[in-house]
Structures are given as structure tokens and as C-alpha cells.
């Protein structure tokens, strides 16, 4: 039985979002590209082990302190990690307990999560027992856990509460070649880019895309891609009368991996409801995932 699932990281700036993802990415970081990473790309880490694979994302930069945490912005926030199949709430240790769960409380999030307690390298044990205390007397999380990211502490055990609740699924992304896969990984982020770009905010931050083909030929690449919607009226939404949205989506998108690839491109969209993409093993096993 495999599970794989999509692991939304949420909290305030410098709770330790991206300290976590390396420690539990590790090197794999290592793969993206500078060229995209200085551009646009938000950084989104994807562990697979034989039993399961979690895909990671930061929020997306709404977290920056640049930014006031107005209620659209909470709108976006909450949206993505509704998307989540699990949300991961991170603050630090040292931070106001009573602050960080009304931010919390205030997503009203209905899909499950886990408060993860950060730096707890910082705190005496006393305090540490204390506060973990607090958080499961809250009563609203799946789970509390403690680590100190920075020095790896506590990784293992947030992995395996972690897949604790992640659904059974077949894996989305391909788990072997590293190259290839994170070529498809920023051609997939490509085009949730212009997703972003074309459509409000309610689309983009309900939509995954997943690379399903991946073809070198001789003057061109053959790309397949399938964005997978929550929703029918999504779905809808991204084809556009006539097929008219899906189109300009896969001329902008093509005209930016051309330039990253340095190929001509021949790209091919889909568009797909996610839970019965999920449970059609089948349709999955033909695209070789
Ligand atoms: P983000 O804004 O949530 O992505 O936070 P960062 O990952 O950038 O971390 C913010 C700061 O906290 C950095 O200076 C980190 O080195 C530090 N930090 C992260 N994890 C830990 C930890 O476990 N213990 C301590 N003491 N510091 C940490
Ligand atoms: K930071
Ligand atoms: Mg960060």
C-alpha cells in the first residue's frame, strides 16, 4: 500500500519553512536550477521512499514580512492549504504561543494538520513539555511535534506522523531519474506559472500540474502535461469557451519552456479532476507513473 500526498508548509516569516525543507530534502535542493530559482520558482521539495512520496511546498510567498497579511491574502493562504492533503503549521518556540495559534485558528482550515513546534533546541525541557502541553489541550491538530530543524532533530519522527495521515495514492511524480525529473518539475511549474498569470487566485492555488510525457525526438520535445483541478466548474474555467483559455495557456507556456530548454517544444494540456485521476490506477500506469 503506497500513499503519496501533498504537504502544504505554513507560518510566519523565519518560523523555519525553508530550514525544514532542506533538512528533509537535503541535497536534492541541490537540483534546481539558479536560473529559475532567481527568477520565480518557489522551492518545493519531493521525498520518495519505497512506501511513500510527500510533495512539499512552502506557501507561496505570501509570508514574505513584505507583505500584510490582509484578508485576501488569507483567502490565497487558506485556499492552498485547503488544497494540501495535510497542512504543517510551524512556529517557533521562543515565539508567542497565544499569537501563532489565533493566525492558525484564524484559516479555519478544514483539511487536517500538524503543528510543528521548531527550535525546541532553544527552549528547557520543562518549558518545552509545557508548551507541547498547551498545543494538544487546543485540541484542533492531528498532531504535535517538536524539532529543531536546523539541526535535523525530530525529522524522523515528523516524517512518520506525516505519512500517518497521508492518503493512499500512487506517487506523482516519477521517483527515479533526478535530471529528468526536475526538468519536468520546473516544465510543470512553467505552467502553473501562467496558470497564476491568467486566471484569479482561486484557480491557481487549487491546481497542480503533473509532467506525464517527456520525449526527446529529433528537432523537437514532445511534452504532455496534465493540470489537475479540484473541481468540475474549474476544470470549466481553465478550458475556456471553445477551448479558447487552455490554448493561450499552452502558447505562453510553450514560449517560456522553449527559452528554458532551448528547444522547440510541442506541448499537449490536459485537464483533469483530481480525485478520480487519483483512483484510476489504470490511467496512471499508462502514463508511466
Ligand atoms: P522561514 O522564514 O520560515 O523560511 O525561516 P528560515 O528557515 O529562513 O529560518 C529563520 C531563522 O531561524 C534562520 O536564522 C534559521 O537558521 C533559524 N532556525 C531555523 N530552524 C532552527 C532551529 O531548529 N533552531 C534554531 N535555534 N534556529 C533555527
Ligand atoms: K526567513
Ligand atoms: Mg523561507
Known amino acids: 500500500m503506497f500513499k503519496a500526498g501533498f504537504v502544504n508548509i505554513f507560518g510566519k516569516p523565519n518560523a523555519g519553512k525553508s530550514t525544514l525543507l532542506n533538512a528533509i530534502i537535503g541535497e536534492k535542493l541541490a537540483i534546481i536550477s539558479p536560473k529559475v530559482q532567481t527568477t520565480r520558482h518557489r522551492i518545493t ?10 510533495v512539499f511546498s512552502d506557501t507561496p510567498g505570501i ?22 492533503d495535510l497542512a504543517l503549521l510551524m512556529f517557533d ?6 499569537e501563532n495559534l489565533a493566525l492558525f485558528e484564524s484559516l479555519r482550515l478544514k483539511a487536517p494538520f500538524i503543528l510543528v513546534i521548531n527550535k525546541d533546541d532553544l527552549l528547557m525541557k520543562e ?5 507541547v502541553e498547551k498545543c494538544k489541550a487546543w485540541g484542533k491538530a492531528k498532531a504535535v511535534v517538536t524539532i529543531a530543524a536546523i539541526q535535523k532533530k525530530g525529522i524522523k519522527e515528523l516524517m512518520k506522523t506525516i ?6 495514492s500512487l506517487p506523482f511524480y516519477p521517483e527515479d531519474t533526478l535530471t529528468d525529473r526536475s526538468t519536468r518539475f ?24 503533473v509532467v506525464t510525457q517527456f520525449q526527446e525526438k529529433n528537432t523537437l520535445t514532445k511534452i504532455t502535461a496534465e493540470i489537475i483541478v479540484t473541481r468540475e466548474t474549474q476544470k470549466a474555467i481553465i478550458i475556456g469557451e471553445k477551448g479558447k483559455s487552455i490554448r493561450e495557456l499552452g502558447t505562453q507556456a510553450r514560449t517560456d519552456i522553449e527559452k528554458f530548454l532551448e528547444r522547440k517544444v510541442f506541448l499537449e ?10 483512483d484510476n490506477e489504470n490511467h496512471l500506469r499508462e502514463y508511466g507513473l
Open 163 to 168: 505519512v500517518d495521515f497521508l492518503p493512499e
Open 269 to 278: 494540456l490536459f485537464v483533469k479532476v483530481r480525485n478520480k485521476w487519483r
Open 186 to 209: 520546473f516544465v510543470a511549474e512553467m505552467i502553473r506559472e501562467k496558470i497564476f498569470h491568467l486566471f484569479d487566485e482561486e484557480i491557481p492555488y487549487h491546481t497542480a500540474v
Open 93 to 98: 518556540a521562543k515565539d508567542n504561543l497565544d
Open 45 to 54: 521539495g519531493i521525498v520518495t521512499e519505497p512506501e511513500y512520496q510527500i
Open 127 to 131: 518549558d518545552l513539555d509545557a508548551l
Open 63 to 84: 509570508i514574505d514580512p513584505k507583505y500584510k497579511m490582509h484578508e485576501k491574502m488569507m483567502g490565497a493562504v487558506k485556499s492552498a492549504l485547503e488544497d494540501a
